[in-house]
């Protein structure tokens, strides 16, 4: 099992940008992909954007734009969201998660992002 831990989120007027970071802890060296979701009030969980863990590789959600980026630190075991250009419809709380290769998933406690208009 992975452990996670968010970090970084807060409250943002729209335009600005946060980073939010991602500790994982345990079985780190398992990993395939780790990734961004998010789920705002109301609506369900939705990918933000990952990366795999091995080439660095990643994918992201059309909503993302190119205002958002992921990235890692394999030596540190951190995950990292650089987000910028927010706006209010990116409010919502930020998950880390993480897929093992033998299939095993993980989620850290998620941290809340708030854009103020």
């Known amino acids: 099992q992975v452990h996670l831990v968010e970090s970084g989120g807060g409250l943002v007027q729209t335009g600005g940008s946060l980073r939010l970071s991602c500790a994982a802890s345990?079985?780190?060296?398992?990993?395939?992909?780790m990734a961004w979701f998010r789920q705002a009030p109301g609506k369900e969980r939705e990918l933000v954007t990952r990366i795999w863990w091995s080439s660095g590789g990643t994918l992201e959600a059309e909503f993302v734009r190119g205002r958002f980026l992921i990235s890692k630190d394999n030596t540190k075991n951190q995950l990292y969201l650089q987000m910028n250009s927010l706006e209010p419809e990116d409010t919502a709380v930020y998950y880390c998660?993480?897929?093992?290769?033998?299939?095993?998933?993980?989620w850290g406690q998620g941290t809340q992002v708030t854009v103020s208009s």
């Open positions: 345990g079985r780190t060296r398992d990993m395939e992909h």
């Open positions: 998660n993480a897929v093992q290769y033998n299939g095993d998933e993980s």
